[in-house]
């Protein structure tokens, strides 16, 4: 999984070719620190298929907001710089987010 920041969001994410998956995250967020384990398998297992990121959206508060990431866990799918799918809060399971990713490889 590549790790996000403000220099590289829009080289990684919005100017991408193809599917991104961005797992937005938290440091005081339990669910997310939760879910990590399980998102890194999904990287591991679909990381050929789809390209796997992540960031911390403390300390890019800024960059989260203009991605309409208003609470965590948040994960996104991104094709060709347009966010196209999204799971959020309470639907982020393990189950639904790997749903998600099999919609788009």
Do not use: W
Not at 20 to 37: E, K, N, W
Not at 64 to 69: F, R
Request: glycine letters at 6%; one cysteine or more.
């Amino acid at each position: 999984m590549k790790d996000l920041d403000k220099t590289n969001f829009d080289e990684e994410v919005l100017k991408a070719q193809g599917y991104v998956f961005v797992d937005f995250y938290g440091d005081g967020c339990v669910p997310c620190q939760a879910l990590m384990p399980k998102v890194h398998e999904f990287a591991e297992t679909y990381g050929d298929k789809m390209k796997f990121t992540s960031l911390n959206t403390t300390k890019a508060r800024r960059l989260a907001i203009g991605q309409k990431v208003l609470g965590l866990p948040v994960m996104a799918v991104y094709k060709d710089g347009e966010k196209i799918d999204e799971v959020v809060k309470d639907e982020a399971t393990a189950q639904s987010i790997e749903a998600m990713i099999q919609k788009y490889i």
